[in-house]
């Protein structure tokens, strides 16, 4: 494998038994285990399957009512919402979404990229200050060091953090906060980009031309700039060893 030394799934870590609670049942959600409009099984039943106290089970239901995933009423009990109801920029959809079909979440995550960053491009070029400038070259020097680097360590984390200050350069708050809650997608995505030989190697000058475009003033060229690294990014995961079978329908 040439690219960053690192398996695609990314390995979830619970602190908290509620944590671990609210991952189980999101993780069947996702998978499908639940149909969407039926009800859970009954909660000394799932408490009991799961090792958990009814008090913990509920506290996790809860955190994923607030998700959009799950609805209490009294007497129907707890049923699961369809996927047009779930916040799927939340960080837990996204890594559930992650393992559950990992094909459809590429395809979202490209779309999304292709419809914010161009534009971010456009009002970074507009609204960039100087420290704004500033830490797209330290991040592109971090990517460049990775690169450089045995395994190329890091390479993945400095590539989010470019694309993170893109939409922060833009000095537009919502934007600034998208990039936050899409860091789970776009690892993943570059994951599995980042696999495919020379990917590393031919995106920096890409993300160089971003860079030195908004620096300059240029929307038109920093919009095309980034325009480009997204077209690359997709062939590159298209030919990836580590792109993960597509389900039928599926297309990235």
Known sequence: MNGVQREAEIVENFPTTHQRVVHELGRRIVAGVWEPGAPLPVEDALAAEIGVSRGVLREAVKSLVAKGMLHVRPRTGTRVLPPEHWNHLDRDVLRWKQAGD????????????????????????????????????DSLAAMEAAAAAPGRSGYVEADIAFHRALLDAGRNRLLGSLGRAV??????????????????????????????????????AAAHAVLALIEAAEQEIAQSPGMPSATPGDAV
């Open 183 to 220: 860091e789970i997608a776009l690892e993943h995505s570059f994951l599995i980009s980042t696999q495919t030989p020379g990917a590393v190697e031919a995106s920096l000058p890409g993300h160089r031309a971003v860079v030195r475009a908004i620096e300059a003033r240029d929307p038109v």
């Open 102 to 137: 990992a094909t459809a979440l590429l395809r979202d995550t490209g779309e999304l990229r292709r419809i914010v960053e161009p534009e971010a491009a456009r009002l970074a070029a507009d609204r960039a200050g100087p420290d704004d400038v500033r830490v797209l070259y």
